[in-house]
């Protein structure tokens, strides 16, 4: 089974709006990490933001955001007043404390700014 | 601050040669991690590295290998390279063993 699923190939946002980024996960560990990185096409992944399954409160940086509901599982990212600056790929991840502690990504999801 | 450097950026290579790809994390940054990154399986963790020891290791052949020195620089090694191995391989530095990751901009290795 998956652990980390982004249903979301690719979207396409008008410069501005604002973007949800859907990620899933699925673990038995109650101790876990939920990132998000940024890949631009130069390749670098970028860190963004970090929620942490014992966190209370939804983790905020700048622009991101990350909407975390943990009864369904959901690690959602969002970017407010998205620029063209923002067109990259977008990983989310989880890291099991418990398990292995390794970083798995999901697939990730392609987001293009429309100017 | 540096950020993470890797080198070399871009190696092509033939089938059966080996390869050492190295890399440099952020100063006081103790652990490495090492992914492979293509267009059909995406991001795959290699192996960690926190303090010259191996943490933790991914689900790849013994073909990878990597170590990390005193300076907590770490090296990947893969032999007898396969077509297969062309990828874009990324290193990851973190302060400790469960802090966010920082990102090198990678090295993009041809096997052909």
């Known amino acids: 089974a998956q652990k980390i699923t982004q249903t979301q190939p690719g979207m396409f946002v008008q410069e501005k709006e604002a973007v949800t980024l859907d990620c899933t996960y699925d673990?038995?560990?109650?101790?876990?990490?939920l990132f998000w990185y940024k890949q631009p096409s130069s390749g670098e992944m970028i860190f963004l933001i970090y929620?942490?399954?014992?966190?209370?409160q939804n983790a905020t940086e700048g622009r991101y955001s990350l909407n975390f509901q943990k009864a369904r599982k959901s690690a959602n990212l969002v970017i407010s007043a998205s620029q063209l600056g923002d067109s990259a790929m977008y990983f989310c991840?989880?890291?099991?404390?418990?398990?292995?502690?390794?970083?798995?990504f999901g697939k990730g999801t392609r987001l293009h700014i429309l100017p | 601050k540096a950020g993470v450097t890797q080198t070399p950026r871009y190696l092509i290579k033939t089938r059966g040669q080996q390869v050492t790809l190295s890399c440099s994390p952020i100063?006081?940054?103790?652990?490495v991690s090492w992914y492979q990154q293509t267009p059909g399986q995406g991001l795959q963790f290699l192996f960690e590295?926190?303090?010259?020891?191996?943490?933790n290791k991914g689900n790849f052949p013994g073909r990878f290998s990597g170590r990390q020195f005193s300076n907590s620089r770490s090296e990947m090694n893969v032999s007898t390279l396969e077509l297969g191995d062309s990828a874009l391989y990324l290193c990851?530095?973190?302060?400790?063993?469960?802090?966010?990751?920082?990102f090198g901009p990678g090295t993009r290795l041809t096997v052909l």
């Open positions: 590295y926190f303090s010259e020891t191996q943490r």
């Open positions: 100063s006081g940054h103790r652990s």
């Open positions: 991840a989880m890291r099991e404390v418990n398990r292995d502690d390794k970083i798995i």
């Open positions: 673990t038995s560990d109650p101790s876990y990490g």
């Open positions: 990851a530095s973190s302060f400790g063993k469960r802090d966010e990751q920082f």
């Open positions: 929620q942490g399954s014992y966190d209370q």
